[in-house]
């Protein structure tokens, strides 16, 4: 099982421009997360999708971004336009059933905004 | 507030000496408890998880929770250099997909 897996590991671009983060889940996995983590703020969860269906998207930050799980092995995370406080590392979650018993992660994307 | 409290640290011992980490919270509704290992530069790996108040070990790795006073803890045996890393609590209601988690302490164990 080769984990959840997360593209690209690190990006940096400038102030304006569209950011997409794409995740592949575990294989049978059927909960997908999306947090993102800083120094100031921890661990936060942005949105997370149940059989490809958004569930809860009320910690997406701003209409700025935006996630999309168009089938069960691929979903991306949209910044547009970036702005520098966007800076973070962004982590990609997946689960099979609830979460009692906790996620997958992968191994986050590091993106900077200039 | 936030809902879960975690010290920063660091936390720094000796090897082989043990590791105490702990969470306080606020909402009685979590019910389900975890521990996460972070390494630099990497995602958190779930170490433990427990439902009930009381003890649970593995290993090395001792967990406990104490629901009257909301407070969890993590302790660590024989702690070794590779132990070095953030140590991540997290926790989720009854019925719930969202794991809430503590802001992370991070521990440096010296050889």
């Known amino acids: 099982d080769a984990g959840v897996i997360q593209s690209p590991r690190h990006e940096v671009t400038e102030m304006g421009q569209e950011v997409t983060l794409r995740c592949k889940p575990i294989?049978?996995?059927?909960?997908l997360f999306w947090y993102r983590q800083t120094m100031m703020r921890g661990l936060e969860l942005l949105i997370y999708?149940?059989?490809?269906?958004?569930?809860?998207d009320s910690g997406m930050p701003e209409d700025r971004f935006s996630a999309k799980m168009p089938n069960a092995s691929f979903s991306n995370l949209k910044i547009q336009p970036s702005e520098p406080r966007d800076s973070a590392v962004y982590f990609c979650?997946?689960?099979?059933?609830?979460?009692?018993?906790?996620?997958?992660f992968g191994s986050g994307t590091r993106l900077t905004v200039v | 507030q936030k809902e879960v409290e975690q010290d920063p640290g660091p936390l720094s011992v000796p090897e082989g000496a043990i590791v105490s980490l702990n969470c306080t919270y606020s909402?009685?509704?979590?019910?389900?408890f975890m521990w996460y290992r972070q390494y630099s530069r990497k995602g958190p790996e779930l170490l433990m998880y427990?439902?009930?108040?009381g003890n649970k070990e593995d290993g090395r790795f001792t967990a406990q929770v104490d629901k009257s006073s909301k407070y969890i803890s993590l302790f660590i045996r024989d702690s070794q250099p590779s132990d070095s890393a953030t140590y991540l609590c997290?926790?989720?209601?009854?019925?719930?997909?969202?794991?809430?988690f503590g802001g992370g302490t991070r521990v440096l164990v010296k050889p």
């Open positions: 979650a997946s689960s099979l059933g609830k979460s009692i018993y906790g996620y997958t």
């Open positions: 294989s049978g996995h059927d909960y």
């Open positions: 999708f149940n059989n490809n269906v958004p569930i809860d």
């Open positions: 909402n009685s509704a979590f019910q389900y």
């Open positions: 427990t439902y009930s108040s």
């Open positions: 997290a926790m989720n209601k009854a019925a719930g997909n969202k794991l809430t």
